[in-house]
């Protein structure tokens, strides 16, 4: 048996490629798996539980057919869905996983995670992500109407798009000392996450002792999905449908 991972999607309306490769994805791998974990940023922006539309409607239904076929999945939000709540959980049958979880991956364990957290050169946005994640910021948002909701997000999005146009690669990317650091705190050699949208295999030595950082891919040119059993683990891609 092998378990999944997977991580920023963005899916949304707009994404008609993507959204398809992960129903593709969903119906033939995911239904099959022991487990599917999904590290956040599943959805360009997750606007709330509450959201009605056929879109939403659609992959709610993703989750709760491979849950109903005794598949469990596991979920941490990212920076784009971090609305993501115990509605969507009830609704699914989907697991709600903390910033950083410990589980145990075939007698080895790993800490998953989104990996925002881990980018703390990236100050201006770790300062948005407290704010956004105050429980009462949380709770007012959810009660205001859907037409307000969504323009607020729409000019979330563009501040997050021109945010990044002026920042370099590097602060983007993860700090070194806080992998490290996040890594001794769980007491676990393999980390995975993703974010950063760079999917590669990391080896690094700490206390004598070869760690592992695996980064899952973005979707935005074709599917990336980590593949983990008993005997390996490989990251792989998912072409898009050339229909």
Known sequence: MTTLFISDLHLSPSTPEINACF???MREEAIH???L???GDLFEFWIGDDDKSDFAATIREEF?????NGVPVFFTQGNRDFLVGKRFAKQTGVTLLGDETTIDLYGRKAV???????CTRDVNYLK????VHQPWLQWVFNRIPMFIKKKIVSKVQSDIKDDKQTKSLEIMDV???EVARVMAAHGVDLMIHGHTHRPMVHTFDRSGTTNTRIVLGDWYTQGSVLSYDKESFELQTRPFSTD
């Open 23 to 25: 129903r593709k994805f």
């Open 33 to 35: 798996a022991e487990a």
């Open 37 to 39: 974990y999904v590290l």
């Open 64 to 68: 709760k057919r491979i849950t109903e």
């Open 112 to 118: 998953v995670l989104h990996g925002d957290t881990l």
């Open 128 to 131: 948005y992500r407290e704010k």
């Open 175 to 177: 700090t070194q000392s």
